[in-house]
């Protein structure tokens, strides 16, 4: 580690931490009574890891990397961060990893309460994202510097746009960047790549595929999300030169999915007029506003009453000044499923959002049905009455005027106050007139 940081890079990402220790005696672990039927014998989730998984030296041993980092970040005045990937049993187990005042661990453990969102086929439940939310935010140890962070794709995870569809990239994307703390996206998740759903076994790289035989390597690989970032349109995707090697075209380390010829970062960026690309840009740029680094939190899910079309908002509000009140309104249709339609809710219900609001960022083709579009970028709209179609996302920023500002100073009665200050300035004077005494006295 401190080869490394004496070479500048900012922090680290320990990934399956709580495998750093295992008994030193040896024993042998037993077959896990949960294990799913199938699980190969050479799989970790086969056995029950009591003497090879989150032994009592882990944290003790992570507090010491924290303190290397600490110490370094205050010999040369550059902060760097710790970051841990931790599969363990339970939230609370999870939060341990933040560390203590006294001792502590990392900056962030990595949130993966999102990341196991529904797979692609099953309706997205507004109700259990809320519920993720409002979860890590209560759990976070206090006093401790504790800082949320969120996720929904990683390398281990199918993508957003094969576990929701496609349409639900930027409402996804909205979410992770505007909550509170840090975002964290998977490479790709802000074009909308797609896995690659027929990598041949053949091509197969990922060790649990492998294992797994060719029989049954798609239900374990994990490399349809692992595909080469998908840079142009051109050769390899840009991603690497194919004349480097001087042997022809060389393939690359996976198949690209086919559909990189026309989703890609060039093609987002310069032929597209709005693209996810672009959408994600514009969520990031707002995490500059006053409202994101500073506004407080209120989740919030609108359901049509059946079960369908859920809608999940949430707000980053703050008083800006003694007459207004500044925010950031969020709001995505994780609906789903055969028959669902628009959704129609009023986000006036939110504390402190008034009736009109300003849009700031909107969903690819949200506005595609001309009955319902929703608001250009920059124009106001009606917040009583909000059109999402399932899928969509959208953020509004939105500016209140306090009826009625706040008192300055204490609420203390007037009387009190004067005698109060007749009652300081006696004593003052009454020390005054000792000091003169005293001095002439002495003299």
Known sequence: ???????????????????LFEDQTFPDELPS??????????????WEQRHTFNLPAVLPCLAQFRQLLDRKSTEDGKRRVLMAEAYVNSLSNLMKYYGTPQAP??????????????????????????????????????????????????????RVADRFGPEFVDAVNAIVLLLPGTAVTYY??????????????????????????????????????????????????????????????????????????????????????????????????????????HGGLETRVFDDGVGEGQV????????????????????????????????????????????????????????VNSEVETAAVDSSMSLKSVVLRPGAGLVIRYARELLEPPPRGSNIPLWIMTWCVVTLMTFAIAGKACLMLCDYDEW
């Open 188 to 293: 790709g998740e802000e074009l909308g790549m797609w896995g690659h759903p027929e990598i041949s076994y053949e091509d197969t790289k990922d060790v649990k595929g492998r294992q797994a035989g060719p029989e049954r390597y798609q239900r374990y690989s994990r490399d349809p999300q692992r595909t080469p970032m998908q840079w142009d349109g051109g050769p390899n995707a840009g991603f690497s030169d194919p004349s480097a090697s001087g042997e022809g075209e060389p393939t690359t380390w996976l198949p690209l999915h086919p559909n990189y010829r026309t989703l890609n970062v060039e093609a987002q960026l310069k032929e597209a007029e709005e693209s996810h690309l672009k959408v994600y840009k514009a969520l990031v740029a707002l995490r500059q506003t006053f409202e994101w680094m």
């Open 105 to 158: 661990i990392a900056h962030f453990p990595f949130n993966f309460k999102l990341s196991g969102l529904p797979i692609r086929g099953f309706r997205a439940d507004a109700h259990t994202v809320k519920k993720a939310i409002d979860g890590w935010m209560g759990a976070m140890p206090a006093g401790a510097g504790a800082w949320p962070n969120w996720l929904v794709g990683n390398h281990d995870r199918p």
């Open 312 to 367: 999940f908002g949430f707000t980053r509000s703050l008083r800006y000044n003694d007459t207004h009140e500044l925010g950031i309104l969020v709001l995505a249709n994780l609906g789903g499923g055969a028959g669902v339609s628009h959704q129609t809710i009023d986000a006036t219900v939110f504390r402190g959002v008034p009736s009109t609001g300003v849009v700031c960022v909107r969903s690819v083709g949200a506005g």
């Open 1 to 19: 580690m401190e080869f490394w940081m004496e070479l500048g890079v900012d922090g680290f990402r320990m990934d399956a931490v709580p495998r």
């Open 33 to 46: 009574t949960s294990a799913v039927a199938g699980t190969p014998t050479n799989a970790a989730a086969y």
